[in-house]
Structures are given as C-alpha cells and as structure tokens.
C-alpha cells in the first residue's frame, strides 16, 4: 500500500518542509573569515539559564528599548559559557546594539566591545536556524586548523527588514 501512496506523501509532507527549510536560509552557505570587528556599545540584561530561553529574556530588553524610546539596533549576545559543558545552559549578555550618542535604557546595562582581530562566521539566515549553522561552520574550520571554539563569543543578527525577508547573523570569537 505504501508504494502506491509515496508520491502524495512527498508532495504533501516532505517538498513543504524542503521549501520551508530552503526560505530560512538552510541551504545558505556560511563564510568563515580571520577579520577585524568592532567596536560595539551596546545595552543588555543578564542572563543565565538554558539556551532555549533566551529569547525572553531577550524580548524583556526589546521592551525597555520600546519604554525608553529609544532606536534598538541589531540583535547582540555575548555567549559567555559554553552551554556544550553545562547540559545547555549559558551565561550570556542578550542585548541590542546602540548608537553612539543614544541614551541607555533604564533597567540595562551598557556593554562595550572594543574592535579586535576575530575569527568571523557569516550566513544570510532566519534567527532559529543561523546559530546552529555558523557554529558549525566556524568549528568545523577550526578544526582543519587543529583549534576548537573558545568563549566568549559574539552573535550578531541583522532582520531582513520585512516578514518575508530572512536576516543576516554573524558570529564572532576572538583569535
């Protein structure tokens, strides 16, 4: 019976999540560079807890930019922990960037990330699927060069603009 019905099964449940995976970006390639970056200023709350629920967190600090009405611009997370030695779970800084001259938000604290030489993996992405493929890209050519990821490291997202647009997300770690 199965060999009869295998064509509707792919055009009713595997071609939409091709297609749907092909609109995030998963198919995208991820560059991976040696580069200079920075500087940053940014405002953020801490956060501690599983990577899964970061985007809360996250969400509350979006909030404060709303209240203080002030202009968020990109999305910021230093990864202090590597959540692969903690069962999942993190010590991070989740923020948005600020312009020089803009007011920090009350209930934020302000972060500076200086310009230095960094290791830079890039790939045109939806914010879910982007993490997971620029980690794996930039360990996996550190591995070729016989280094392994090293935290802090420095996430970076950029929305495309509009809904139907997927966003830009670089991850940086220190050389």
Known sequence: MFRKQWPAFLLAFVLPLLAV???WGGFNAVSVSETEAGPYRYA??????????????QRRVLDEFAAAKVEAGDTINVILSDPRAANG??????????A?????????????IERRPVYSA????????????????LA?????????LVMPTVELYRPGGQANRIGSFTLEMNR
């Open 100 to 112: 020089d001259r803009a007011p920090l938000p009350q209930g934020l604290k302000e972060g500076r």
């Open 44 to 57: 953020y709350l801490d956060y501690e807890g599983p990577i899964s629920n970061m985007r809360k967190t």
């Open 140 to 148: 996996d050519t550190l591995e070729a060069d016989g280094k392994t």
């Open 122 to 137: 890039h790939v045109q992405a939806a914010v879910l699927l982007a993490p997971s493929k620029a980690y794996q890209a």
């Open 21 to 23: 995976f092909w609109w």
């Open 89 to 98: 779970k993190v010590r991070a800084q989740l923020g948005y960037t600020l």
